[in-house]
């Protein structure tokens, strides 16, 4: 008998569910990190992001060497021009409409020679023939390199009524010089003196003009 009763004891131990111990218990998950309470409204976004990304250098192999015939004529400034622009190379914005243009040429001295440094600004309309006048859409400055060399990577501009031709303002200034206040325009309505050389490329249009200024 006392046999018996230890051998009903043997069997209940056995039997029992062993106690779940600290360490087999599962891990506690960290509460997340609090949800930032500012955020910015506008952030700047360099002109060369990957939504607008710039030619490569080898798109100035098309410039070939410099050359001018006469200084470059003045043109009205107009009453859309805004002053202290932001400098960059594009002005193109995620999600607009229009035909890529890039823009390439030299700022001349009038010896023909390149001039580094240059200080270039450019304000135009949109494809819908509209200028940002609150804001810097579609307005930008910039400097040549140093082989006196400029880029501009935008759209082609719209047509409005009051002035059914497509062109773009610029004003140029040399280390030293006067500013001057002229506009771009386009083969189908060519302004003596004024007029891009430009190209379809395909996927984009590639325009050329030289300044010449004093």
């Given at each position: 008998m006392k046999r018996l009763l230890i051998l009903f004891l043997l069997i209940g131990t056995a039997c029992?569910?062993?106690?779940?111990?600290e360490a087999s218990a599962p891990?506690?998950?960290p509460a997340s990190d609090p949800a930032p309470t500012h955020i910015p409204l506008v952030q700047d976004v360099p002109a060369t992001s990957a939504s607008s990304p710039m030619p490569s250098a080898d798109?100035?192999?098309?410039?070939?060497?410099p050359t001018c015939a006469g200084l470059t004529p003045e043109n009205t400034e107009g009453p859309y021009y805004t002053p202290d622009t932001t400098e960059r190379k594009s002005l193109l914005e995620e999600g607009w409409q229009g035909d890529k243009l890039i823009l390439i040429g030299y700022v001349l001295d009038s010896n023909c020679q390149p001039i580094p440094g240059a200080w270039l600004d450019f304000w135009q309309a949109d494809a819908n023939g509209e200028y940002d006048n609150s804001g810097y859409n579609l307005r930008g400055h910039q400097f040549?390199?140093?082989q006196g060399r400029y880029t501009l990577?935008?759209?082609?501009?719209?047509?409005?009524?009051s002035r059914p031709i497509r062109h773009i303002h610029v004003?140029?200034?040399?280390?030293?010089?006067?500013?001057?206040?002229?506009?771009?325009?386009?083969p189908e309505q060519p302004i003596d003196g004024?007029?891009?050389q430009l190209e379809d490329k395909g996927d984009y249009h590639l325009g050329i003009f030289n300044f010449v200024v004093r």
């Open positions: 029992t569910p062993a106690q779940m111990n891990p506690s998950i798109i100035f192999s098309e410039l070939g060497a040549t390199d140093e990577e935008t759209i082609m501009p719209g047509l409005y009524s004003k140029i200034r040399v280390p030293g010089g006067e500013v001057v206040t002229t506009q771009l325009y386009f004024l007029t891009v």
